[in-house]
């Protein structure tokens, strides 16, 4: 299964790896799916981990490790097509990797932009926990 972490659920692992996203970010590690990503998303997972408010519950060591990781492990779609569909344009990009990369889930908590739109071309967007329950974990 193909499947897209949006920054906001990457950042949660992060901060409590006990949590649901952090169990994902350990399924992927364990090979339970395949992350696909773009250097877009690494850039701001980059950007937002540098945020006063995100460096006061994570470490600069522990977000440079994940965006390493995510670097060198996830596959990596370069070219996006063009994709203006969510109401907030900076989450178009999520949308377009989900075309480039034939993902099957993109999972996130987004509720607003993102998860209102249930589906983007095959793939289903869904929260962590739902996606926690595809997995049983």
Known sequence: MRVILDTNILLSGLIAPGGTPGRLIDA????????????LQLDELRAVSRRDKIRALVRPSESGRLVNQIAVLAQMPEKL??????R????DFL????EAG???????GDK???LVLRHHG???IITASAFAAQLEI
Do not use: K, N, Y
Request: glycine share 0%.
């Open 122 to 124: 095959s793939a289903q």
């Open 102 to 108: 034939a993902v099957d889930r993109l999972v996130t």
């Open 28 to 39: 992927w590690f364990d090979r339970r799916f395949t992350l696909v990503s773009h250097r």
């Open 88 to 91: 907030d344009p900076r989450d």
């Open 112 to 114: 607003d932009d993102l």
């Open 95 to 98: 949308l377009a990797l989900c």
């Open 81 to 86: 097509p063009p994709v203006e569909r969510s």
